[in-house]
DNA sequence: CAGACATTGTTACTTATGCAACTAAATGAC
DNA sequence: GTCATTTAGTTGCATAAGTAACAATGTCTG
């Protein structure tokens, strides 16, 4: 199926129409979702973790040492889903809390041992998703999608 | 920020490490969700409609005629949430629903006369939302990542 | 340093979503 | 035809997620 043109063409001059299926905001929340969902078996039913659960452990696992607050802005996430997801993780025993000697009102987050140990266990599985699932596209279509997904949500400001 | 190498990557080689930025289903949930939230306030703050309920507007005015089950197949939504969005439409008077003769259970749904007021009033703002948006992209990108997404999730098969 | 304003994170309330169980109708085996 | 199995759509319950209001702390102005 052809997805070249723009989704939205009047046919009837008098009448406006959509084509859904070339509609880029549809597509990309179509798949998007698809693609959670797919990914959300390896952490959600092997780990009990959930979506921004995961989301907050990556980022950690990543950045070793951030506050809630930080957190917020690498990914857009909503204070409140961040605030949820490590409290969650935090009785889960997969985070560890330092009050932030500089600002009481911060948190400095960290992996427990717990969660290091989680997290060396599910990157490969979810490495090994991501590879499986790129490998419908060309070395060239990776790289472009790259730079599109790039232009269309700017990576982080932070 | 370039984004074109795999998101994952061994650095030590005894620990896994993720690239949280680089990682294709956390941009692709990302840009979705801002797309959506950004699409959004066209038809919810203007109109009153949610997102599923837009969707399948869009649907019905691309193919006039459906029954909840076509639709659910057609944008792979959960029934549940297309009954949902169906019944909300029908108390705002912009759907219509016919008894289907050949099939008591199923219910063929079409757009009221308000329901095709409201669809030729939104499409034209939606329409300028998507072109206004992929001015970001070249037309060369625009038909590269059409592509992309039908192999990454192909589309329907009704 | 006092008062106004901003910021971190939480709680409470509301709405969205998903799954499982259900009703009613249809299909199919025999 | 009758009983078991599917199927269309709904309802009920549990979880996710967003908004607004809040407490505690920080910052800035004068």
């Known amino acids: 199926m052809q997805l070249n043109d723009l989704s939205l063409m009047p046919i009837d001059p008098s009448n406006v129409s959509l084509n859904l299926d070339r509609f880029l905001p549809y597509r990309l929340n179509r798949l998007a979702h698809n693609v959670g969902v ?57 985070l560890q809390t330092t009050p932030d000697k500089a600002d009481k009102r ?3 987050l960290t992996h427990s ?26 070395v060239q279509e990776i790289s472009q999608l790259a730079t599109i997904i790039d232009k269309l949500d700017p990576s982080n400001e932070y």
């Open 106 to 108: 911060a948190v400095l």
């Open 38 to 94: 797919s990914l959300a078996t390896i952490y959600t039913d092997a780990f009990g973790i959930s979506r921004s659960q995961w989301r907050v452990m990556a980022l950690l696992g990543q950045h070793q040492r951030l506050t809630a607050k930080q957190i917020c802005n690498m990914t857009h996430m909503d204070k409140v889903k961040v605030s949820r997801a490590v409290n969650g993780l935090v009785k889960l025993n997969y």
């Open 113 to 138: 041992v717990e969660g290091k140990e989680l997290f060396q266990v599910m990157v490969p599985q979810v490495q090994a998703w991501e590879e499986d699932f790129l490998k419908k596209l060309s």
